[in-house]
């Protein structure tokens, strides 16, 4: 379910107008978020903390109104839900495209989430199909051997992207602290600073709360 945006009345019609021209109107952000009580927590209780954070990741993302936004043609379109296609890594050091729906519920999610990597990693290939072109999504990977401070993305350059990419890296523990760093890549018509400052708060703050 999506709802179109007015652009005639839209407060960033202009820097829309002005970023999507550009040849690559992405930004990209690098930081580190505290995750002390939600890693611990997963290790404690012996919970994936993989699908902890993208869980985690992917309710932030719906209560940041600008990280819902997509370029559709000429329109703007806010989706009420969005879901995540990450990349999912084999024993072969390969890895394949994989659609996970968002649940509200943490358990009904890991469930579902669980099954959909079990078929990427018995699988071969990119596994990509027609879910891993929805817009409804956001493009996540994790890549838990760098403690990464930058990071780029390959992606089209044809103005027909505007799916935010988000990528995590390795966890560090400084003073008795878990954090963990966080990049995001997306486009500048849609999302400024302040909103993946938005997004960034409402991530830390849930990766610090217990399922």
Known sequence: MKKILDLSSWN????????SRLDEPFHGIVTDVNCSAGYQYCQQEGISFFLFYLHRCLQAIQK????RYRIQGQQVVD????HANATIG??????????IEFNPDFQAFSQHAR?????????AGLCFNQDCERDDVIHFSAMPWLQFTGITHARRHDGLDSVPKISVGRC????????????????HGLVDAYHVHEFLQQFEAGLNQRP
């Open 12 to 19: 960033r019609r202009e820097h829309f107008d002005f970023f």
């Open 64 to 67: 940041t109104e600008a990280m």
């Open 79 to 82: 989706y009420a839900v969005i």
């Open 90 to 99: 084999r024993s072969d050091h390969t890895f394949g495209f994989c659609p």
């Open 115 to 123: 099954r959909a990597m079990d078929q990427v990693k018995n699988a």
């Open 172 to 187: 560090s523990h400084i003073h008795g602290e878990w954090s963990m760093p966080v990049a995001t890549f997306v486009h």
